[in-house]
C-alpha cells in the first residue's frame, strides 16, 4: 500500500466520520427543538390559565361581591344611625 493509497483512504475516513458527526448533530438540533416546542406549548397554556386566574381573582375581590358574601354568610350588615357612637376627648 502506497503512501497516496493511505492518504486516500484516510481522506474518505474523515469524510465519512464527518457525515455521520452531521447527521448526529441535526439529529441533536431536531431533538432539542422538539422539546422546546413542547415548553413554549407549556408556557403558552400557563399564560393562559394565570389570564384565567387572574380575571378570577378580580371577579371575588369586587366589593359587591365582597359585600354580598358578607352579608348572607356571616350576616354582616352596615350600622345604622342608633349603632353608631360618636366619642368625644
Given amino acids: 500500500m502506497s503512501l497516496r493509497d493511505f492518504l486516500f483512504a484516510l481522506l474518505v475516513a474523515c469524510v465519512l466520520s464527518s457525515a455521520i458527526a452531521v447527521v448526529h448533530a441535526r439529529h441533536l438540533h431536531r431533538q432539542a427543538y422538539i422539546a422546546l416546542s413542547s415548553l413554549e406549548q407549556g408556557r403558552d397554556d400557563l399564560n393562559i390559565e394565570y389570564g384565567r386566574l387572574q380575571l378570577e381573582q378580580a371577579t371575588w375581590a369586587e366589593a359587591n361581591r365582597i ?11 352596615y350600622p345604622t344611625d342608633e349603632d353608631i357612637v360618636v366619642l368625644q376627648p
Fill in 67 to 77: 359585600e354580598q358574601v358578607a352579608g348572607t354568610r356571616i350576616g354582616m350588615k
